[in-house]
Protein backbone atom coordinates (compact mmCIF):
# COMPACT_ATOMS: atom_id res chain seq x y z
CA UNK A 1 0.00 0.00 0.00
CA UNK A 2 1.32 3.66 -0.66
CA UNK A 3 1.51 5.98 2.27
CA UNK A 4 -1.64 7.96 0.44
CA UNK A 5 -4.03 4.04 1.08
CA UNK A 6 -2.45 4.01 4.12
CA UNK A 7 -3.94 7.20 5.53
CA UNK A 8 -7.33 6.14 4.50
CA UNK A 9 -7.43 2.87 5.46
CA UNK A 10 -6.77 3.98 8.92
CA UNK A 11 -9.00 7.29 8.90
CA UNK A 12 -11.66 7.00 6.62
CA UNK A 13 -14.17 6.50 9.70
CA UNK A 14 -12.60 9.36 11.29
CA UNK A 15 -14.04 12.16 8.73
CA UNK A 16 -13.90 15.69 9.60
CA UNK A 17 -12.16 14.85 12.60
CA UNK A 18 -8.93 16.74 13.70
CA UNK A 19 -5.85 14.43 13.83
CA UNK A 20 -2.08 15.44 14.52
CA UNK A 21 1.07 14.58 12.38
CA UNK A 22 2.45 13.07 15.30
CA UNK A 23 -0.42 10.46 15.91
CA UNK A 24 -0.57 9.44 12.60
CA UNK A 25 2.76 8.71 11.78
CA UNK A 26 3.18 6.32 15.52
CA UNK A 27 0.20 4.40 13.77
CA UNK A 28 1.17 3.50 10.71
CA UNK A 29 4.88 3.12 11.44
CA UNK A 30 2.67 0.18 14.24
CA UNK A 31 0.73 -1.13 11.94
CA UNK A 32 2.65 -1.22 8.19
CA UNK A 33 6.33 -0.51 9.87
CA UNK A 34 6.12 2.70 7.26
CA UNK A 35 9.46 4.89 8.18
CA UNK A 36 7.59 8.44 9.91
CA UNK A 37 10.10 10.51 8.04
CA UNK A 38 8.24 9.36 4.44
CA UNK A 39 4.81 10.53 6.15
CA UNK A 40 4.30 13.78 4.93
CA UNK A 41 0.61 15.00 5.95
CA UNK A 42 0.89 18.68 4.00
CA UNK A 43 1.43 16.85 0.79
CA UNK A 44 -1.81 15.34 1.28
CA UNK A 45 -3.89 18.90 1.74
CA UNK A 46 -6.36 20.36 -0.19
CA UNK A 47 -5.34 23.70 0.74
CA UNK A 48 -1.52 23.68 1.26
CA UNK A 49 0.48 23.14 -2.02
CA UNK A 50 3.94 21.96 -1.97
CA UNK A 51 6.73 22.32 -4.58
CA UNK A 52 7.79 19.03 -5.86
CA UNK A 53 4.96 16.64 -5.51
CA UNK A 54 1.98 15.51 -7.48
CA UNK A 55 -1.15 18.09 -6.20
CA UNK A 56 -3.86 15.20 -6.84
CA UNK A 57 -4.35 13.29 -3.81
CA UNK A 58 -6.05 14.89 -1.12
CA UNK A 59 -7.00 13.98 1.91
CA UNK A 60 -6.92 16.81 4.70
CA UNK A 61 -7.44 20.73 5.35
CA UNK A 62 -4.28 22.24 6.78
CA UNK A 63 -4.77 24.14 10.37
CA UNK A 64 -1.61 24.21 11.38
CA UNK A 65 1.76 21.84 12.09
CA UNK A 66 -0.08 20.13 14.80
CA UNK A 67 -3.97 19.67 13.31
CA UNK A 68 -5.32 18.56 10.34
CA UNK A 69 -8.35 18.06 9.67
CA UNK A 70 -9.59 15.05 7.85
CA UNK A 71 -11.98 15.39 5.00
CA UNK A 72 -11.54 12.15 3.31
CA UNK A 73 -10.91 11.92 -1.02
CA UNK A 74 -13.29 13.71 -3.04
CA UNK A 75 -14.16 15.87 -0.70
CA UNK A 76 -17.00 19.07 -1.97
CA UNK A 77 -13.96 21.42 -0.15
CA UNK A 78 -14.28 24.97 -1.04
CA UNK A 79 -11.49 26.90 -0.39
CA UNK A 80 -8.12 28.85 -1.07
CA UNK A 81 -4.89 26.97 -2.01
CA UNK A 82 -1.95 28.22 0.13
CA UNK A 83 2.41 27.58 -0.81
CA UNK A 84 4.84 29.00 1.28
CA UNK A 85 8.21 29.09 -1.17
CA UNK A 86 10.92 28.30 -0.15
CA UNK A 87 12.70 31.62 1.44
CA UNK A 88 9.70 32.85 2.06
CA UNK A 89 7.77 34.02 5.15
CA UNK A 90 4.44 34.82 4.57
CA UNK A 91 2.11 32.36 2.35
CA UNK A 92 0.72 33.21 -0.79
CA UNK A 93 -2.25 32.42 -2.54
CA UNK A 94 -1.97 29.55 -5.88
CA UNK A 95 -5.36 28.53 -6.21
CA UNK A 96 -8.89 27.40 -5.05
CA UNK A 97 -11.51 25.09 -4.93
CA UNK A 98 -15.43 25.45 -5.41
CA UNK A 99 -17.32 22.99 -4.23
CA UNK A 100 -14.22 20.32 -5.54
CA UNK A 101 -13.50 21.66 -8.06
CA UNK A 102 -9.92 22.65 -8.33
CA UNK A 103 -8.44 25.34 -10.16
CA UNK A 104 -4.66 26.53 -9.59
CA UNK A 105 -3.84 30.30 -11.00
CA UNK A 106 -2.01 31.19 -13.76
CA UNK A 107 1.84 32.65 -12.52
CA UNK A 108 2.28 36.39 -13.30
CA UNK A 109 4.37 38.85 -12.32
CA UNK A 110 1.30 40.67 -10.77
CA UNK A 111 1.70 40.80 -6.91
CA UNK A 112 -2.19 41.29 -6.30
CA UNK A 113 -4.08 37.55 -6.40
CA UNK A 114 -7.70 38.24 -7.61
CA UNK A 115 -10.22 36.24 -5.42
CA UNK A 116 -12.74 34.56 -6.98
CA UNK A 117 -16.18 35.88 -5.60
CA UNK A 118 -17.33 32.72 -4.16
CA UNK A 119 -14.52 32.24 -2.26
CA UNK A 120 -15.02 36.28 -0.25
CA UNK A 121 -18.35 34.82 -0.36
CA UNK A 122 -17.09 31.59 1.89
CA UNK A 123 -14.70 33.75 4.25
CA UNK A 124 -17.57 35.95 4.71
CA UNK A 125 -19.80 33.59 5.84
CA UNK A 126 -16.72 31.83 8.02
CA UNK A 127 -15.92 35.42 9.66
CA UNK A 128 -19.94 36.24 10.30
CA UNK A 129 -19.86 32.74 12.17
CA UNK A 130 -16.63 33.61 14.58
CA UNK A 131 -18.40 36.97 15.02
CA UNK A 132 -21.85 35.11 16.30
CA UNK A 133 -19.56 32.95 18.84
CA UNK A 134 -17.41 36.12 20.16
CA UNK A 135 -20.48 38.30 20.73
CA UNK A 136 -23.50 35.63 21.42
CA UNK A 137 -21.32 33.02 23.48
CA UNK A 138 -18.12 34.79 24.69
CA UNK A 139 -20.47 37.94 25.02
CA UNK A 140 -17.68 40.18 23.73
CA UNK A 141 -19.05 43.68 22.73
CA UNK A 142 -18.62 45.01 19.16
CA UNK A 143 -16.29 47.89 20.28
CA UNK A 144 -14.00 44.71 21.38
CA UNK A 145 -13.29 42.97 18.71
CA UNK A 146 -12.99 45.74 15.93
CA UNK A 147 -10.44 43.89 13.91
CA UNK A 148 -12.61 40.87 13.09
CA UNK A 149 -15.96 43.55 12.75
CA UNK A 150 -13.42 45.52 10.36
CA UNK A 151 -12.70 43.04 8.31
CA UNK A 152 -16.39 41.22 7.87
CA UNK A 153 -17.01 45.19 6.41
CA UNK A 154 -14.18 44.50 4.07
CA UNK A 155 -16.09 41.47 2.56
CA UNK A 156 -19.52 43.29 2.39
CA UNK A 157 -17.24 46.07 0.03
CA UNK A 158 -16.14 43.32 -2.22
CA UNK A 159 -18.84 41.72 -2.64
CA UNK A 160 -21.02 45.18 -2.84
CA UNK A 161 -18.88 46.47 -5.25
CA UNK A 162 -17.76 42.87 -7.07
CA UNK A 163 -14.65 44.13 -6.13
CA UNK A 164 -11.30 42.24 -4.98
CA UNK A 165 -9.32 42.38 -1.42
CA UNK A 166 -6.26 43.86 -1.74
CA UNK A 167 -3.39 41.57 -1.32
CA UNK A 168 -2.06 42.95 2.14
CA UNK A 169 -4.05 44.57 4.84
CA UNK A 170 -4.27 48.35 4.70
CA UNK A 171 -2.02 47.77 1.44
CA UNK A 172 -1.12 51.35 0.15
CA UNK A 173 -4.03 52.67 2.03
CA UNK A 174 -6.99 50.70 0.39
CA UNK A 175 -8.45 47.61 1.28
CA UNK A 176 -10.72 46.66 -2.11
CA UNK A 177 -10.10 47.45 -5.55
CA UNK A 178 -13.36 47.49 -7.96
CA UNK A 179 -13.29 48.46 -11.46
CA UNK A 180 -9.94 50.32 -11.04
CA UNK A 181 -11.21 52.50 -8.25
CA UNK A 182 -9.50 52.23 -5.04
CA UNK A 183 -11.28 51.95 -2.15
CA UNK A 184 -10.65 52.13 1.93
CA UNK A 185 -13.49 50.49 4.18
CA UNK A 186 -14.15 51.99 7.60
CA UNK A 187 -16.12 50.11 9.74
CA UNK A 188 -17.76 50.92 13.46
CA UNK A 189 -19.82 49.73 16.12
CA UNK A 190 -20.08 53.08 17.31
CA UNK A 191 -24.04 54.47 17.26
CA UNK A 192 -22.65 58.24 17.33
CA UNK A 193 -19.68 60.22 17.10
CA UNK A 194 -16.66 60.70 14.96
CA UNK A 195 -15.07 58.03 12.20
CA UNK A 196 -11.62 58.94 11.35
CA UNK A 197 -9.38 58.74 7.87
CA UNK A 198 -6.10 59.33 8.18
CA UNK A 199 -4.79 62.07 6.15
CA UNK A 200 -1.28 60.53 5.16
CA UNK A 201 -2.80 58.04 3.30
CA UNK A 202 -6.01 59.81 2.15
CA UNK A 203 -4.34 60.20 -1.16
CA UNK A 204 -3.63 56.50 -1.71
CA UNK A 205 -7.22 55.49 -2.29
CA UNK A 206 -10.03 57.06 -4.10
CA UNK A 207 -13.18 56.15 -3.05
CA UNK A 208 -14.78 55.57 1.25
CA UNK A 209 -16.94 52.85 2.01
CA UNK A 210 -18.37 53.10 5.52
CA UNK A 211 -20.29 50.31 7.57
CA UNK A 212 -21.82 50.32 10.69
CA UNK A 213 -22.53 47.55 13.10
CA UNK A 214 -26.07 47.97 14.86
CA UNK A 215 -28.84 45.80 15.86
CA UNK A 216 -26.89 42.23 14.99
CA UNK A 217 -26.60 43.77 11.31
CA UNK A 218 -23.79 45.53 9.04
CA UNK A 219 -25.51 49.16 7.62
CA UNK A 220 -23.76 50.81 4.93
CA UNK A 221 -23.68 54.34 5.71
CA UNK A 222 -21.63 55.74 2.62
CA UNK A 223 -20.09 54.12 -0.57
CA UNK A 224 -18.90 57.25 -3.01
CA UNK A 225 -16.07 59.70 -3.75
CA UNK A 226 -13.70 60.73 -1.04
CA UNK A 227 -13.67 64.15 -1.44
CA UNK A 228 -17.67 64.16 -0.39
CA UNK A 229 -16.15 62.77 3.05
CA UNK A 230 -13.22 65.45 3.31
CA UNK A 231 -15.74 68.44 2.10
CA UNK A 232 -17.71 67.65 5.21
CA UNK A 233 -15.43 66.60 7.88
CA UNK A 234 -13.36 68.72 10.75
CA UNK A 235 -9.74 68.14 10.96
CA UNK A 236 -7.85 66.77 14.43
CA UNK A 237 -4.65 65.79 15.04
CA UNK A 238 -3.29 64.64 11.27
CA UNK A 239 -7.07 63.22 10.75
CA UNK A 240 -10.10 63.59 9.18
CA UNK A 241 -13.05 63.30 11.27
CA UNK A 242 -16.56 62.54 9.81
CA UNK A 243 -19.90 62.38 12.24
CA UNK A 244 -21.67 59.76 11.17
CA UNK A 245 -25.15 61.63 10.92
CA UNK A 246 -23.28 63.52 8.95
CA UNK A 247 -22.36 60.58 6.40
CA UNK A 248 -26.07 58.90 6.82
CA UNK A 249 -27.23 62.31 5.59
CA UNK A 250 -24.60 62.24 2.28
CA UNK A 251 -25.13 59.15 1.29
CA UNK A 252 -29.57 59.79 1.57
CA UNK A 253 -28.54 62.86 -0.65
CA UNK A 254 -26.40 61.23 -2.67
CA UNK A 255 -28.75 58.27 -3.07
CA UNK A 256 -32.21 60.50 -4.24
Not at 110 to 129: G, P
Request: charged letters at 25%.
Amino acid sequence: MTIFEQIKSLLDNRLEEIVSPVEVKKTLQAIYGTNPESVILSDYCYNRYNNGIDFNNHLFEYINRSSYKYLGEGSAFTGLIFQRPKGHERETIVGEWINGVKSLYKKTNDTETIVSREQIMNLYNEYQRILRYELNILNCKPTEIRHLIGRVGEFICAIKTNGSLSHQTNQHGFDVISKGRRISVKTTAQKSGFIPINQNTFKDFDDLFIVQYANDDFHVLYNGPKELVESNSRTYNGKYEVNINTIKKLNQERTR
